[in-house]
């Protein structure tokens, strides 16, 4: 399937004109490589597959190239963890390269440093397609406590230098529900006074995770808010608009632009600045 910037643009006079300047860019630098971060059931496989516009699951290689059975990349006892350094390519656009963190908790401080290593090791790449590009970190609001040391210990200490950090909080319905159970235990009311004021305490409560990562030193540069990824009907247009806003220069802008098969919109906006 083609990116959707690959398209040719109806420009004002009426005929086809070509996004030639956006495809050099996006050419020079080749593959849109993103390191995304979140513990387990944070919904970061959902994520990927609908930014790749597939149900299908990736295929998963070494730092060799070597296609790698991803049934060994599920920990157990025996096989321990999975290995950040390889990657995540999605048959449906082999434009995007993901790289997996399971976050902080599981692995204490060992998985911190790993993270740290390969985002030091990526930085000094030469090549401008072998670098991270950005850091997705995925926080599930479905935990009572979704703000966790892993997330504090991360946005306090992980410098990612140039690459940009977008927080994507996700599982947002489940706020509603949350709030409901709350305000019924802590309150003693009814079902239905809860569910009249579940929005606003859950409002609050996402507004609170918000400012909690804000305060910290390395805070994000952007911040997504998604809910029912699950559902075939949702997709993930304010993750790419987002995530282009954030990115440093022309030229990532136009490889991860020209890269996503989410929005036309967003693709033509940014090929026609």
């Known amino acids: 399937m083609r990116s959707i910037a690959s398209k040719l643009i109806i420009n004002q006079d009426g005929g086809e004109g070509s996004t030639d300047r956006w495809a050099k860019l996006a050419k020079q630098a080749g593959r849109f490589r993103i390191l995304i971060v979140g513990r387990a059931n944070a919904g970061k496989t959902t994520i990927l597959k609908k930014i790749c516009n ?28 999975h290995d950040i350094t390889n990657e995540m390519i999605f048959r449906s656009n082999p434009g995007f390269t993901f790289h997996d963190s399971r976050g902080f908790e599981a692995g204490g401080v060992d998985e911190f440093q790993k993270v740290k290593k390969f985002l030091s090791d990526r930085a000094k790449e030469k090549k401008l397609k072998d670098q ?46 949350t709030a409901i159970e709350i305000l019924q235990g802590e309150e003693n009311i009814s079902f239905r006074d809860a569910a009249k004021r579940a929005p ?3 409002k609050k409560n996402l507004w609170n995770a918000h400012l909690e990562l804000e305060k910290q030193k390395f805070s994000p540069q952007g911040h997504v808010y998604l809910q029912e990824m699950q ?32 929005s036309l919109e967003i693709s033509v906006r940014y090929a026609t600045k």
Request: charged share 20%.
């Open 200 to 202: 606003e305490y859950a």
């Open 231 to 262: 559902m075939p009907h949702t997709e993930c247009t304010e993750l790419v608009e987002c995530t282009a806003s954030v990115l440093n220069g022309d030229t990532l802008q136009a490889l991860f632009v020209s890269t996503q098969q989410v």
């Open 54 to 81: 597939t149900t299908d699951d990736p295929e998963i290689y070494n730092g060799r190239g070597e296609k790698v059975d991803g049934s060994t990349l599920e920990p157990t006892a025996e096989r321990g963890i």
């Open 132 to 177: 991270i590009h950005v850091i997705w970190y995925c926080i599930p609001m479905n935990d009572s406590r979704p703000i966790t040391n892993a997330e504090v210990q991360f946005f306090s200490k992980m410098g990612t230098g140039k690459v940009p950090v977008v927080a994507i909080f996700t599982k947002c319905e489940a706020l509603e529900l």
